[in-house]
């Protein structure tokens, strides 16, 4: 039962990743899951594990980790496309 809770809240760090960058409207469920986990990762591994937690997984740290990924992958994926 707990990976399925880590998947649902690290889905909802990954939408809200997305939706505060405005970069997530094409991302579906399984790219905000993944946000979600490794923006977890990140955030907490740059910003430690304060605030709150849920899963596992320290909120706060969490979305600014995923807000970070989700940025550097659409300026990856922005600059490929435009090639």
């Known amino acids: 039962m707990g990976i399925i809770w880590s998947l649902i809240v690290g889905a ?3 939408a809200i990743a997305g939706a ?5 409207a ?4 399984i790219a905000n899951i ?4 490794i923006g977890a990762w990140i955030g907490q591994g740059l910003l ?3 605030g709150p937690s849920l899963a596992g997984m320290a909120l706060i740290p969490s979305i600014i ?3 970070i990924l989700v940025l550097i992958v659409s300026l990856v994926v922005g600059r490929t496309s435009k090639k």
Do not use: S
């Open 12 to 14: 909802i760090i990954g």
């Open 34 to 37: 993944v946000a979600g986990l």
């Open 20 to 24: 505060i960058t405005n970069r997530g």
């Open 48 to 50: 430690g594990t304060w």
């Open 65 to 67: 980790g995923a807000i």
């Open 26 to 29: 094409a991302m579906g469920w």
